[in-house]
């Protein structure tokens, strides 16, 4: 899974949660309580949405190292630079 691995923890518990909701949902489809199907896959877009956003946290992150290796590769201190626009 494509996510930082500070986040891999909580992305399996979703990927998992997710997965249980899926199973609920059909299950009370079988049964015909519509309204608790409902909940249910309403409860793992949830879980979907969060875990969209952990891979988009990381593919900011991607492109973030990138940025600091092409100006490395060009002999520009991200240090040096970040400390100027600070003062």
């Given amino acids: 899974m494509n996510v930082l691995e500070k986040d891999r923890h909580l992305a399996k518990k979703l ?15 079988i049964h015909g309580r519509f309204d608790e199907a409902e909940k249910w896959a309403e409860e793992f877009l949830r879980c979907k949405r969060d ?13 973030l190292v990138k940025i600091v290796e092409t100006l490395r590769e060009k002999g520009i201190d991200i240090a040096v630079v970040a400390r100027k626009g600070n003062e």
């Fill in 51 to 63: 875990l969209d956003e952990l891979i988009k946290r990381k593919e900011r992150h991607d492109e």
């Fill in 15 to 29: 990927v998992n949660f997710g997965v249980l909701c899926l199973l609920q949902a059909r299950l009370e489809l």
